[in-house]
């Protein structure tokens, strides 16, 4: 099972909206509407931010959300603040009954 | 509040075995699957392995099949990762996380596992 492909790095000035992206196959991504996202701080353990495409669990900012076309799914964050800089993982659970994730992207607030 | 408390890691040399717990509290364990992900150093996630609620079904990751055993048991609220002929490359963090409907919505503080002569 190879890895979600996502871009290594995305950065944003505080306030603006960034995008990060994760792209998989018709076994992953494609395959199921169980696509989550994790923000991880250095350090910590991974939390869930997304989950089902674009539910968000209670307690997260709604500044996070979800969406997925075809065998690619997102994530945006909107009004870029400081504390959102993390590395971010996209998993989608797959035709193999297993989990995959993302390669990780970080966010670099500007 | 869902606590999961891994334990059990530590440093190994190649070729010899480990076993890890997760000791879990706050929800009633038997009635969800759980999972081991591991993070090596400076590395992203990976999915290691999975079991159902009463332990009916078992996925592992290729990196690991044959090698790795994923047990549980549900009078305990234990979950366990038995590691044999460990390999330099399994040095990571290992967590344990719930699993909930095709999410993994809590994760304990992982256990580093270090595989080095």
């Known amino acids: 099972q190879s890895a979600l492909t996502q871009p290594a790095s995305v950065s944003g000035s505080p306030g603006q909206s960034i995008t990060i992206s994760c792209t998989g196959t018709s076994s992953d991504v494609g395959a199921y509407n169980y696509v989550s996202w994790y923000q991880q701080h250095p350090g910590k353990a991974p939390k869930v931010m997304i989950y089902d495409v674009s539910n968000r669990p209670s307690g997260v900012s709604n500044r996070f959300s979800g969406s997925k076309s075809g065998n690619a799914a997102s994530l945006t964050i909107s009004g870029l603040q400081a504390e959102d800089e993390a590395d971010y993982y996209c998993?989608?659970?797959?035709?193999?009954?297993?989990?995959?994730f993302g390669t990780g992207t970080k966010v670099t607030v500007l | 509040e869902v606590q999961l408390v891994e334990s059990g890691g530590g440093l190994v040399k190649p070729g010899e075995s480990l076993r890890l717990s997760c000791a879990d509290s706050g929800f009633t364990f038997s009635s969800y699957s759980m999972n081991w992900v591991r993070q090596a150093p400076g590395k992203g996630l990976e999915w290691v392995s999975s079991?159902?609620?009463?332990?009916?079904?078992?996925f592992y990751a290729d990196s690991v099949q044959g090698r790795f055993t994923i047990s549980r048991d549900n009078a305990k609220k234990s979950l366990y990762l038995q590691m044999n002929s460990l390999r330099a490359e399994d040095t990571a963090v290992y967590y344990c996380?719930?699993?909930?409907?095709?999410?993994?919505?809590?994760w304990g503080q992982g256990t580093l596992v270090t595989v080095s002569s």
């Open positions: 079991i159902s609620s009463s332990s009916s079904y078992i």
């Open positions: 996380a719930r699993e909930n409907h095709g999410r993994l919505d809590y």
């Open positions: 998993c989608s659970y797959t035709r193999s009954l297993n989990y995959v």
